[in-house]
């Protein structure tokens, strides 16, 4: 395995999440696969759960881990090419990229969409300068237009908690103060439509999601019809896609409360993290017995430990 981006990468479905079983289960037994191997985990944007899973996830597996927090430590980087580069940014990623390759075996990289420009965030400026110059096996951990490590433990939980065969799972849209990106929808739909459900998305109009993913989905605009009948309530805010990086509506008639769970068949909560109370998700049901937010975090590990031991297994 060269590269982690899309729901392509990680093959059959079925497999991967048979080895997230093994890989949960007993998650020392492949402790010096990564013997003398270094991950660098490089970010450009905040995080708790994926800086911390995926150390945990390569310490699992026996390897060194350096962790560079680029606005903090680094030189800033230009990301543009054909810039004369007279400003703040003594270097360009052309050199950091296959430098930091030089330092180690697999490099993790995060680097949220911008929001200042749709071109550049959807063709992954960033993300794709590191697939290309790093020399080593790359790790999306959240790009501009996808989360899939995210996704693909979401999908694990899921297949966890299920009671049915054909679980039926709502992804929702909620309100934010802030302009979030669309990474972690868009990872959501890639990998739930590969899976054995019945997915339905629910947003208020202005708010549809790159036809690339959404291309077959079944996206409901009455949020409370959408809620009928679900197993699992996946809330996430994004901003627009079509008007791009906008907040067209911070209504909070959309935050998921208990009386709108009542809605569903007795669902799971659930959400990435980090989440804003009583904007996202009320509190009650945040804080009850169906919230399983905990464990998917949890997940994180088993998610990036079947990538990574993939990769050790492909370079060794
Ligand atoms: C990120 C996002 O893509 O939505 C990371 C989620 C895994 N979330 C945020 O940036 C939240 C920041 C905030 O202000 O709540």
Redesign the pocket.
């Known amino acids: 395995m060269k590269r982690f981006l899309t729901v392509d990468d990680i093959g059959d479905l079925k497999i991967a999440l048979q080895e997230a079983v093994e890989v949960k289960k007993n998650p020392y037994a492949w402790d010096t696969l990564g013997k003398n191997k270094t991950i660098t985990l490089i970010f450009f944007?905040?995080s708790l759960?994926?800086r911390l899973s995926t150390q945990k996830a390569a310490m699992n597996l026996g390897m060194n881990v350096i962790v560079l927090d680029v606005n903090k430590d680094g030189w800033k980087l230009e990301t543009e090419f054909g810039v004369v580069m007279d400003g703040d940014k003594p270097e360009h990623l052309r050199e950091a990229v296959p430098v930091i390759g030089r330092y180690c075996d697999i490099i993790g990289v995060r680097s949220?969409a911008s929001f200042e420009d749709k071109q550049a965030d959807y063709e992954e400026q960033i993300l794709s300068q590191f697939i290309e110059f790093a020399g080593v096996p790359v790790i999306s951990m959240?790009s501009a237009t996808r989360?899939p490590m995210?996704a693909f433990a979401d999908l694990f939980t899921i297949e966890e908690y299920k009671t049915k065969e054909r679980p039926k799972v709502v992804l929702t849209w909620a309100p934010?103060?802030?302009a979030?990106?669309q990474?972690?929808p868009n990872s959501f739909v890639e990998w739930m439509k590969e899976a054995d459900l019945d997915l339905v998305v629910t947003h208020p109009e202005g708010y549809e999601l790159a036809t690339e993913f959404t291309k077959g989905v079944n996206v409901e605009y009455d949020q409370k019809k959408a809620f009928e009948n679900a197993d699992f309530i996946y809330a996430?805010?994004?901003a627009s896609y079509t008007e791009y990086g906008k907040i067209l509506s911070q209504d909070r008639s959309w935050t998921v409360d208990e009386e709108k769970m009542a809605l569903t068949n007795n669902a799971k909560f659930m959400h990435?993290?980090?989440v804003?109370r009583n904007m996202i998700v009320s509190d009650g049901v945040i804080d009850s017995e169906n919230s399983i937010v905990i464990d998917e975090a949890a997940n994180r590990v088993v998610s990036a430990q079947v990538v990574i031991k993939r990769m050790l297994e492909s370079i060794k």
């Open positions: 944007n905040s759960r994926t949220f959240e989360h995210q934010h103060p802030r979030l990106p990474a972690v996430k805010n994004w990435c993290l980090p804003r």
